[in-house]
């Protein structure tokens, strides 16, 4: 076997992975010939990962501006705060808050301040949230940890049932601190017990804090240690033993969400001034399915002209150009799910972008062929040279487009470039379409042109 044809069979079986996680998660066709429906979505994988069940799908994640969300305003208290010293502790608070909604996983998030004399204000848009509780407790609390010894006092049970039903615990113990708090925690992070299989959240202390634990769990032990968040007893094992390691597990029936969030709430730390919730409101897509589908449909309307020029001004080669192009397009889906990329109407306009650039290479490459060919050059050799000569142009004009698309990423997050979501959006996706423009343009239609075209005259 050739190598041309080795890469052949390489493109056919990226073409076809990519082509099944393309397609939409579920897609019902009618067979009029055999009067039946059939269903096809893309691939679900479930698999078993350290004994735990994980099941991968492929689907698009959308940006506020398609799918809607969430809007909060936060107001943040500057009484305390020197005047000299309030712009650094808005940013402090926009940086802590950006944190959570990324630990969260919510996409092209959007955390922007705003100072309007003695208004110091933090505007948050939250895609894909509707649940306003959610919204809040996810923005708004403190997440203040600490760690407390119960000392019970001795309680008395009344004779009558029904008042005995009635009392209240809480007022027959008292915490007392240890000293270990927040402060000390390195990390939490979302954990399974291996004999139920339930979520729970494991702490990992720094330095002091593994100190510190280890001390209170030493002199305390067979007593009972509160784990206290925000004035809330989350839970008050017994310390059997000392723990020296400077890890614990906090358990007590959560769901993935509830643990998911508890330990985004711990990560992200306090805020370092209060804050207060001005507004709240749930935002629609601002362009709506229909206008999506109308751009989409543009968008599709646009490809299948440049490929209708392509055949028409070049042929043979222009059809193997316009089949290279889409499996551009298959290619750029299934990345775009794979990676989890977010489609916003600026993502869109990047991607357009660069399939303009992909058929940039396919006429540059084309041209030099025709040049070769006025030469007396054989086909076979104008060819070859049409794709060598071609590739310093494309090199050049895509590592510029590549070294824009870095810049608007910010992938250093350097305080001089941008910070915007959905710019970093942008770029992501024009960096991602030159990528795969580059390998289609070159590599697939090289391969394509050598296999199908033969010498001629």
Do not use: C
């Amino acid at each position: 076997m050739s190598l041309v044809h080795k890469r052949y069979l390489v493109i056919l079986l990226l073409s076809v992975i990519a082509g099944a996680i393309a397609l939409p998660e579920k897609l019902t066709l009618k067979l009029p010939v055999i009067n039946r429906e059939i269903t096809i979505g893309s691939p679900r994988i479930q698999t078993t990962l350290a004994g735990k069940p994980v099941e991968i799908t492929f689907s698009f994640k959308q940006g506020l501006d398609i799918q809607g969300g969430m809007q909060v305003v936060l107001e943040a208290d500057m009484s305390n705060i020197a005047i000299e010293d309030r712009q650094s502790a808005l940013e402090s608070v926009r940086e802590v808050l950006l944190r959570r909604v990324d630990l969260f996983g919510i996409s092209e998030p959007v955390v922007q301040t705003a100072v309007n004399g003695e208004s110091y204000r933090v505007v948050i848009e939250l895609p894909g949230v509707t649940d306003e509780t959610e919204a809040l407790a996810l923005v708004g609390k403190t997440a203040e940890l600490s760690f407390q010894l119960i000392e019970e006092k001795p309680i008395e049970v009344p004779s009558d049932a029904s008042m005995a039903a009635e009392l209240d615990l809480s007022q027959f113990m008292t915490l007392v601190p240890t000293g270990l708090t927040g402060a000390q925690l390195k990390r939490a992070s979302v954990q399974f017990d291996q004999n139920t299989n339930e979520p729970q959240v494991g702490l990992q202390f720094d330095e002091e804090g593994t100190r510190l634990f280890a001390d209170v769990t030493s002199q305390h032990t067979g007593e009972r240690l509160a784990i206290v968040l925000d004035n809330s007893i989350v839970m008050a094992p017994n310390l059997n033993e000392p723990i020296f390691g400077g890890q614990a597990q906090i358990t007590g029936g959560f769901s993935l969400d509830e643990a998911k969030q508890l330990s985004i709430q711990l990560n992200a730390g306090a805020l370092p001034v209060p804050i207060t919730v001005l507004e709240q409101r749930t935002i629609g897509a601002s362009l709506g399915s229909e206008s999506v589908q109308a751009s989409l449909q543009a968008g599709l309307i646009g490809i299948l002209l440049v490929m209708l020029f392509m055949i028409l001004y070049y042929g043979w080669s222009g059809v193997l150009a316009s089949v290279a192009l889409t499996i551009y397009a298959v290619l750029t889906i299934a990345l775009y799910k794979i990676f989890g990329v977010t489609v916003t109407v600026p993502g869109l306009a990047g991607l357009l972008l660069s399939v303009g650039m992909a058929v940039d290479a396919n006429i540059l490459i084309f041209e030099r062929m025709k040049e070769e060919l006025r030469t007396g050059r054989p086909f076979i050799r104008a060819m070859e040279l049409g794709f060598g000569r071609a590739w310093d142009s494309i090199k050049d004009a895509n590592l510029a487009t590549i070294m824009t698309a870095l810049i608007l990423i910010n992938p250093l997050n350097l305080p001089f470039l941008n910070s915007s979501g959905l710019v970093r959006g942008f770029g992501i996706t024009l960096l991602l379409g030159v990528v795969l423009g580059l390998f289609t343009g070159v590599f697939v239609t090289r391969t394509l042109v050598r296999l199908y075209l033969r010498e001629k005259k």
